[in-house]
């Protein structure tokens, strides 16, 4: 929970800063690219390592992402020093969110039992558009537990229209009238 605080400060800072000297798109593909770095167990492992002085830990950071704006690259390497490695994805999601917030978008998941269509997948992000009012962005996911139909997260909101979960109705319903008329 700690981790998650300090990635939403230092994500508004950066924030802030890309508002600034209009660089907003540009950090968050440059966050994208360092939360795919450490990705990297033994990069990430070398970054957390206590017996690895911390400027070895610069110069590893500089030389995989020595083309990142110094601002990144700063950034990153204050939370390798504060010992916040594990901090940065959640900066990176973080940073995403506000930038969303900023231009107006709204991520949403689709979850289907089979891979969806781009028509449908069009449909979606339209009808999903019209009922919050902002851009959508639409990430498809496919999960052969629900049977059918879909399931779509819109922030905290879920719309459940899988046919897994209207079954598990079905089930309660039947089960309460069971229970009710004692059979």
Request: net charge negative.
């Amino acid at each position: 929970m700690a981790g998650n605080v300090s990635a939403k400060r230092y994500a508004q800072a950066v924030f802030e800063l890309g508002l600034e000297r209009d660089r907003l798109d540009q950090w968050a593909t440059e966050l994208e690219l360092v939360a795919g770095v450490l990705q990297d167990e033994e990069f990430k492992a070398l970054l957390k390592h206590a017996g690895v002085p911390a400027g070895d830990k610069v110069k590893a950071v500089d030389s995989v992402l020595g083309q990142a704006d110094p601002t990144i690259r700063n950034v990153v390497n204050l939370l390798i020093s504060k010992g916040l490695v594990g901090v940065i994805s959640d900066l990176r999601a973080a940073y995403v969110d506000l930038l969303d917030q900023h231009l107006g978008r709204q991520r949403v998941q689709v979850t289907s039992a089979v891979p969806l269509e781009q028509s449908e997948l069009d449909r979606i992000s339209e009808f999903v558009s019209h009922l919050v009012r902002k851009e959508v962005i639409v990430s498809a996911d496919v999960d052969e537990s629900i049977l059918g139909g879909v399931v779509i997260q819109i922030g905290d909101r879920l719309l459940d229209g899988s046919t897994a979960s209207r079954l598990n109705a079905l089930r309660n319903s039947i089960n309460s009238e069971m229970m009710v008329t004692g059979a």
